[in-house]
């Protein structure tokens, strides 16, 4: 009860109102009664008592409609009506109505060893950092400095790892669609403080996002979007930008986008809607959908199961094709559940190795209704009763299965369940569409300037805040705190400068994966004060998790929308714990494909052209070359692929093809035997790197790869491999579909080039791999196109080309003085006239002295008229090159003879 005394008298009963305020004139605080007639009194508030009066504990001063934060020295609270603040170093007191305002508690964190760490490690970073990115290092220090810790943002929950619960709205609304995991994710978002949302690949998780910002809209309340990836909040634009919704988005971050935005400003029309639909409908509606949400789910785990025991029945059938002869009769008479199948089958096997005891005959009477067991006293009988058994459970489990599937089909189709998602979402969408128009200002108009100055404002007009990771404190200003925060792609945000956001939220939803490529971060020689803020370890994701553990919500969301499902259930099984719910189709279309190179040490300079040329020989029946990608763990690769794919395949490592999808995606594993050290090993088969690579791919996914070299690895690659050798028909899998003379220079090759190996002749050459063009050139030489040529070995350039010649530089002559040769030098065997030359390169011709040897040697020839083949050692179709070369070389030498006669 308020009591208000004046003079030392009690006015309370007397008076209709009472207010105080500070009198400039007299510089005092003044105390006013209203009385019923009209009249009013005012005395000095020293001469008055307001009850209840209170000391407020707290330093920092937040003002609701501003959204700042001013440090005060203290506070006084009147009748829980008025609080009377006194800043530092001011002497007059500012009074102002309790609702208005909110006074809190700094805290010491800024002093205590967990952000010491944080600023220690930005500090670091500043030393460590080069011309590019210093200046991204020194704005993030600046910005750490001006976070004010209070206790009500996310950052000292962090710090402290405390979650408070929230209490949810009553309604929700979904005007972007909805399932049964982005349900639950949307409403645990309002239940806590933090809140987790894993989005594996393809699982909406920008629309779970959509979602989530429509009902923070719908509360009133105001939201920044961040990523460390400007693509991840551009998708959260675009859509918003489809539905007419992006006029809410203030674009902020960097100087050059804020002033953009403020540039750009346009007018939005606006005329203010009346309400034809009710949140009560629209929750009566959701709550119907919850069901069908599930029985939705249903049904597309029941076709994968579907899809997974018909191929295991065409295995089983496969094997048993030829040691089998069904005993269907006698499982007819019997007509066994698929428990009592799997029960026998389990008895049977026990059995197998035994005489049928008299105890046996009972428990077959007694558990299985068989009487007669001389049949199963006879082995080759109790086998074909096994194999029959097997088959007949697969027969059984699919029909109860397809039963079922019906059964929810035709419960969905019953329900209308398309068109009640469909009338939640539009009414959704109506509704909040409505909602805005009532509440947005249009007129509102603000300049790069006052926005920070007028921020609650600002925020009333655009309530959805867009903004990179390191720029959110320079966006909204010093002190300004929005309600929540919206972290994407946070399984690649560094912690640091991931807390910044944390420091000027109230709540937050960090939205991410833990199975897809992490931050790289820079490595520092810094301790954190516990395991979980180690930046060099965890990601701004993990960290979360791991501090916190239990004590937050955390939702993954299952349903996948994007890959063929034989694609993502490779990445379900090896990844997910079988936790997704592939809600493509699977048609029958032959979705996956395996190349194996052949046999030997391919890899050169993290490049591999033989997985080049293998995918090329394979040729592009399998997918068209639209919409397609081409990843591989290293950027050499990458740039070698430039050279020899078609140049619409979209090439990029896969580190930076996270995020992004394609209709079909071919994947280069690079290494080979040779080169598969741990290290190298362990970077390409890489879990995370793998999930990545595969689930970019939409209708196909090719694997190009060595042979066995991932085999003794055992892990995610070689998993791949046997799921592609399962799933994928005998035609999509193709074993060394190329195949080179060289690869003779290697211990492991194959059995197809044995015939060759054994012509070889050791005294044309101390090197194998002229041993291998001599040879060749032998037989293509006797061939009737070329039987007018001869060659010979290591032939000096000075023997070859004439001195003479003005042109050489006085290198070039030094170069030809030092007994300079050439590999092999071919010749018309009358006229002795030199064609062409073919040298063979190594892995010594990628070393920097030998590249400027092999260019002298090029422009020599070059100059001399005389056509030059390089042939590498990690090259295939070796023969069919070097045919090429001599049949062009001719016609050159034939152009030039005429040319001369003439």
Not at 529 to 542: C, I, Q, T, V
Not at 588 to 615: F, Y
Not at 628 to 651: C, M, R
Not at 771 to 793: D, M, P, V
């Amino acid at each position: 009860m308020i009591s208000i005394y004046m003079n030392g008298e009690n006015k309370t009963k007397q008076i209709s109102d009472w207010s105080i305020y500070y009198d400039n004139k007299d510089q005092e605080l003044k105390l006013t009664s209203y009385f019923p007639s009209g009249k009013k009194y005012t005395q000095p508030l020293t001469h008055c008592q307001v009850n209840p009066f209170e000391q407020i504990k707290g330093n920092l001063l937040i003002v609701k409609d501003k959204q700042k934060i001013d440090r005060i020295e203290k506070a006084e609270s009147y009748g829980r009506k008025y609080t009377v603040v006194y800043y530092p170093n001011k002497s007059q007191p500012y009074v102002m109505l309790n609702e208005d305002i909110q006074i809190v508690s700094d805290t010491n964190l800024k002093n205590e060893d967990i952000f010491q760490y944080f600023t220690q490690v930005a500090q670091a970073r500043i030393e460590y950092a080069d011309a590019n990115n210093k200046g991204i290092a020194e704005n993030v220090l600046r910005q750490l400095n001006k976070i004010t810790l209070r206790p009500d943002t996310v950052l000292h929950a962090y710090c402290c790892v405390t979650n408070q619960k929230r209490q949810p709205p009553q309604h929700f609304i979904y005007p972007f669609g909805i399932n049964e995991s982005q349900l639950t994710a949307v409403k645990q978002a309002f239940a806590s403080q933090i809140s987790i949302i894993e989005g594996p690949p393809g699982t909406g998780k920008t629309q779970t996002i959509l979602n989530i910002v429509a009902n923070i809209l719908l509360n009133n309340h105001t939201v920044a979007i961040l990523s460390n990836n400007n693509s991840a909040v551009e998708n959260v634009y675009e859509k918003l930008a489809k539905y007419q919704l992006d006029y809410l988005v203030a674009k902020l971050g960097s100087n050059y986008k804020r002033k953009n935005f403020f540039d750009g400003e346009l007018e939005v029309s606006h005329q203010k809607q009346e309400h034809t639909i009710t949140l009560q409908r629209i929750s009566e509606l959701s709550n119907i959908l919850v069901e069908h949400l599930q029985a939705q789910n249903q049904v597309a785990s029941l076709q994968v199961q579907i899809d997974e025991l018909t191929i295991e029945k065409g295995y089983l059938q496969q094997s048993q094709s030829e040691n089998l002869s069904s005993n269907a009769q006698l499982l007819s008479k019997y007509q066994f559940s698929t428990k009592k199948i799997t029960d026998l089958l389990a008895y049977l096997n026990y059995l197998a190795q035994r005489h049928i005891s008299f105890k046996d005959r009972i428990q077959l009477l007694l558990y299985f209704k068989i009487i007669r067991t001389k049949f199963i006293s006879d082995w080759q009988k109790r086998k074909t009763l096994f194999y029959t058994l097997q088959l007949a459970y697969y027969e059984q489990q699919l029909n109860e299965k397809k039963s079922l599937l019906k059964k929810y089909q035709q419960r969905l189709a019953a329900n209308k369940f398309e068109s009640l998602l469909a009338d939640l979402t539009n009414c959704s969408m109506r509704y909040l569409k409505t909602h805005l128009s009532q509440i947005i200002d249009h007129t509102a108009t603000f300049t790069e300037s006052d926005y920070q100055q007028r921020f609650a404002e600002f925020t009333k007009r655009f309530p959805i805040i867009g903004s990179s990771t390191h720029s959110i404190i320079n966006s909204l200003g010093q002190g300004a705190l929005i309600d929540y925060l919206i972290t994407d792609e946070a399984s690649q945000q560094d912690i640091i400068p991931g807390i910044l956001g944390l420091g000027c939220a109230k709540n937050v939803i960090i939205v991410g994966d833990r199975k897809q490529l992490p931050h790289v971060p820079t490595k520092l020689d810094i301790k954190p004060p516990h395991e979980y803020y180690d930046f060099e370890k965890y990601s701004l994701l993990d960290s979360f998790i791991g501090l916190f553990q239990d004590k937050i919500p955390i939702t993954l969301l299952k349903e996948h929308y994007r890959c063929h499902p034989k694609i993502i259930q490779f990445c379900n099984k090896q990844f997910y714990n079988d936790q997704l719910i592939p809600m493509t189709k699977d048609n029958g279309e032959q979705a996956l494909t395996l190349i194996v190179t052949a046999p030997g040490n391919h890899t050169r300079n993290l490049t591999n052209l033989r997985e080049l040329d293998s995918l090329n020989k394979v040729g592009w029946q399998d997918f068209t070359e639209e919409n397609t990608g081409f990843i591989a763990p290293y950027n050499n690769q990458i740039d070698l692929s430039q050279e020899h794919l078609p140049l619409d395949i979209v090439k990029a490592t896969t580190h930076k093809f996270q995020g992004r999808e394609c209709d079909n995606i071919i994947f280069s594993t690079v290494l080979d035997k040779k080169t598969s050290k741990r290290e190298k090993l362990d970077f390409v088969d890489n879990p995370h790197l793998i999930n990545v690579a595969v689930s970019r791919a939409k209708n196909k996914f090719i694997l190009v790869t060595g042979n066995d070299v991932f085999t003794e690895n055992n892990k995610s690659i070689a998993a791949l491999i046997r799921y592609i050798k399962y799933y994928a028909d005998n035609d999509h899998i193709y074993q060394s579909p190329v195949i080179s003379a060289f690869d003779l220079l290697y211990e492991d090759y194959d059995k197809s080039l044995e015939a060759l190996n054994s012509r070889l002749r050791k005294n044309d050459s101390e090197y194998k791999s002229e041993q291998i063009i001599a040879q060749l050139l032998r037989e293509i030489l006797e061939e009737s196109t070329f039987q007018t040529i001869n060659y010979h070995q290591q032939v000096h350039l000075e023997q070859l080309v004439s001195k003479t010649n003005n042109s050489f530089t006085e290198r070039e002559l030094e170069y030809m003085d030092n007994k300079a040769s050439c590999d092999f030098v071919l010749y018309f065997k009358i006229g002795k006239n030199p064609i062409a030359v073919i040298e063979v390169d190594g892995g010594y011709h990628n070393k920097p002295e030998q590249k400027k040897r092999d260019q002298l040697k090029n422009t020599i020839l070059a100059k001399a008229g005389v056509p030059l083949l390089r042939l590498k050692t990690i090259e295939s179709q070796i023969e069919e090159k070097i045919k090429q070369f001599l049949s062009q070389s001719i016609i050159a030498k034939d152009s030039d003879l005429r040319s001369n006669e003439t």
